[in-house]
């Protein structure tokens, strides 16, 4: 619900929990007043403190009052170079050469429904459910006016947050930085958790208080990273799973992005998260607007697990597209880990061949299937099919697939190229590259400028012929390296801090026509992994391949930091063989299967190798996973342990929306003699109600959430139990 207060001018939008609240302050200027906890029908602007304080200047307007300062009230869209020291949110290069930017508020309006960003994902969804409230704010000298954009999803107490900038003057205006979300606070004391790693080692926790200064994390490889997440936490210093306040923030942005918090010299404390502003700049012509991403909010008066709930059912339900927010998916087999590049399509029938028998619905044809791709020095670019390793075509091995009863998936990485292929022989321009400089290679190969039309057209057209030449039902889009060297030739010096962000533009709007053209087919997003794993891949991929690491120990780690923002459904975790390629670690092949069921859930390995077995335990695991789809799936997710604190074991839990059903899943650390009894307490359960476990045996809600499971003591490193719940 969106509220305006006339008489003291503040702007309420209130969640089901929550409140947000923002006032217009003296001489129009636009101040953050409030965001936590419900609050009715109070004007919190009572916050607001005047004081004189040195060295913080007071606007003209202000004459002689000097307690009057942008440099110590909270704002609601940070200005620059007029008052404010602290971080900016948007900066505007005039004509003149100046940089600043001074913005008062102009008018607001409420509606219901929610906006949209033409040519950015955004969360969607219908008038009943949100509430839009549009803020316009004008700077008169630089003839700029810049909306803020606010979504209201009252029953998850989501609020999202976008800017728009035009220039409504007659010269030319440069903007050199556009921040999506700014959210001041009148106190620090705050913890930041940021999502942390590397390739093979994704979004790690790190929490740390905020401390005088300026910290946060960002990305300049072009897309949001294995190393850093466009999501982070504020929070209290008690603030735990169950309990505290707590702020979540994604963007759904898949390029640079920054995410700052700032503790100023009063111990007010910022956050503002957005477009990186490193080697950004927008030339805005006379008319020109310009948007900055969607950012996301959820504030949890308890604790993080509430916070991760919430963000999870807004992305089910409404950031995931249809057809796939509630479609089944197909637990799949990949070949990836069996065979690499070094395969045949007799190879790659031999692996799918018992599949069916086993349970796994659809085959994945990873990289290698096209050009001269025989290792990975050469093909990318050459998207029509290698036929001496697939003789007869897509068409030929798709029909043997799915003569097997499998539907056929298939890889592709659309945005690069590697010297040795006729594209680059074609074209060497097409590759992003500096005149003058020699392009970096990784992996061998180099990014084609993918904020140039004509070059997505190319590569689209032939994408667009391989899918159409055969019935394929799945695509995993992958991408394979930063950005380097980023330069186009298409756009004039002036304009060249365009490009990082018109190549994001790029990717999405390919995404856009793959959806289009193929509405059917589910792709899965991908980059070495976990490396573009943002809410904005999510609005055209419903899954996203987790990381590349698909040992279970390593898994338990990088999935638990991947679920504060993500749901289950959207994360790509499949079983592998061991040895681990990454790690060499062997794991039971039951934790394995668990493991992979904190997923979207599938196989990567050579089936034809497995002993019986193996085999039994792959159809008893995808019979229990098809089970409990639903549950995993859709349920929602608690995190029972912390991998990182606890060396015990690892434990999570899905439970479904009438708390009628639950499934707890553990896995043990590494075993150590004279162990001591645990008990694991279960959570979201319903008090009152009494549950079998494991059809054995029943307990009350409130028991088992109160005092817990008492964990038998199980011999071995690495084993997984699961408890299966239902209420009787
Ligand atoms: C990336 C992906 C892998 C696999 C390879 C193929 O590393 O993350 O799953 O598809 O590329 O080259």
């Not at 959210?183 to 942390?196: K, R, W």
């Not at 290698?386 to 091995?397: C, I, R, S, T, V």
């Not at 039309?453 to 992958?478: F, G, N, P, T």
């Not at 493991?595 to 050579?606: I, N, P």
């Amino acid at each position: 619900m969106v509220l305006y207060d006339a008489q003291n001018k503040t702007y309420s939008l209130h969640t089901k929990n929550t409140t947000y609240q923002m006032t217009v302050w003296d001489y129009h200027i636009l101040l953050h007043a409030y965001y936590g906890p419900r609050l009715e029908g109070e004007d919190l602007s009572y916050l607001l403190r005047c004081k004189d304080r040195g060295f913080s200047p007071n606007p003209n307007e202000a004459g002689g009052n000097r307690t009057f300062s942008l440099d110590t009230f909270p704002q609601e869209y940070s200005t620059c170079g007029v008052g404010d020291f602290r971080l900016p949110s948007i900066e505007l290069e005039l004509p003149n050469g100046s940089r600043t930017a001074d913005l008062r508020y102009v008018s607001a309006a409420i509606r219901k429904g929610k906006y949209s960003l033409e040519g950015l994902p955004a969360f969607y969804g219908n008038e009943e459910e949100w509430e839009t409230l549009s803020i316009l704010l004008r700077d008169a000298a630089a003839q700029v006016e810049v909306e803020l954009l606010y979504g209201v999803l009252e029953e998850y107490d989501l609020i999202t947050r976008a800017v728009r900038v035009k220039n409504t003057g007659t010269e030319t205006v440069r903007l050199c930085r556009c921040a999506s979300l700014c959210l001041d606070f009148v106190h620090s004391d705050l913890d930041m958790i940021t999502f942390n790693g590397a390739h093979v080692m994704e979004r790690c926790p790190s929490r740390v208080p905020l401390h005088p200064g300026i910290q946060g994390v960002d990305s300049v490889r072009g897309a949001s990273s294995h190393q850093h997440n466009p999501f982070v936490v504020l929070c209290g210093h008690e603030a735990n799973e169950d309990y505290g306040l707590c702020y979540g923030a994604m963007l759904l942005y898949s390029g640079n992005f920054q995410a700052m918090a700032e503790v100023d010299q009063f111990t007010n404390s910022r956050l503002v998260m957005g477009l990186n502003p490193y080697q950004f700049s927008w030339t805005l012509e006379p008319g020109m607007a310009f948007t900055a991403p969607e950012a996301a909010m959820v504030c949890s008066p308890s604790g993080f697990g509430q916070m991760s709930r919430l963000f999870h059912r807004a992305i089910r339900r409404d950031l995931i597209r249809d057809p796939w927010a509630g479609r089944r998916k197909p637990v799949l087999i990949n070949h990836w880990e069996a065979t690499e590049m070094y395969f045949t399509a007799d190879r790659l029938v031999e692996i799918a061949q018992d599949a069916p028998k086993l349970g796994l619905e659809l085959f994945v044809m990873d990289d290698g299937w096209f050009g001269a791709r025989n290792d990975d020095n050469a093909g990318l670019g050459d998207w029509y099919v290698n036929e001496e390793k697939l003789p007869g075509g897509l068409e030929a091995l798709v029909a043997r697939i799915k003569d097997l009863g499998m539907e056929f998936g298939i890889w592709i990485e659309p945005e690069m190229v590697n010297e040795d292929s006729d594209l680059y022989r074609a074209h060497p321009d097409w590759a992003l590259n500096v005149p003058g400089r020699k392009p970096s290679r990784s992996r061998n190969q180099l990014v084609l400028d993918f904020s140039r039309a004509e070059i997505r057209d190319h590569i689209y057209s032939q994408i667009k012929k391989a899918l159409s030449s055969a019935d394929i039902s799945y695509v995993k889009w992958d991408m394979n390296r930063s950005l380097t060297e980023v330069w186009s030739a298409e756009l004039p010096p002036e304009r060249q801090g365009e490009v990082y962000h018109r190549y994001v533009l790029g990717v999405y709007d390919f995404a856009e026509r793959l959806r289009r053209d193929f509405p059917d087919i589910l792709i899965e997003g991908c980059c070495g992994g976990g490396g573009r794993f943002d809410g904005g891949m999510l609005y055209y991929t419903p899954q996203i391949w987790c990381s590349d690491n698909t040992d279970a120990v390593d898994r338990l780690h990088i999935q638990y930091g991947t679920s504060f923002c993500y749901p289950v459904s959207t994360m790509g975790a499949h079983v592998s063989a061991v040895p681990n390629t990454v790690t060499s670690r062997i794991t039971p092949m039951e934790t394995r299967g668990v493991v992979a069921m904190h997923g979207t859930f599938g196989y990567e390995m050579d089936l034809s190798k497995c002993t019986p077995d193996e085999k039994e335990t792959i159809r008893r695991q995808t019979a229990f996973f098809k089970e409990h789809y639903d549950l995993i799936q859709d349920g929602d997710y608690y995190r029972l342990s912390d991998p990182f604190q606890n060396g015990s074991y690892t434990a999570w839990e899905h439970v479904s929306h009438d708390r009628r059903e639950a499934l707890v899943s553990l896995v043990t650390g590494s075993f150590r003699s004279a162990p001591p009894f645990l008990t694991l307490r279960i959570k979201g359960l319903e008090a009152k109600l009494r549950y079998r476990i494991n059809g054995e045996g029943s307990w009350l809600g409130a028991v088992l959430m109160q005092v817990g499971w008492p964990l038998p003591i199980i011999l071995g490193d690495y084993q997984a139990l699961q408890l299966y719940l239902e209420a009787e």
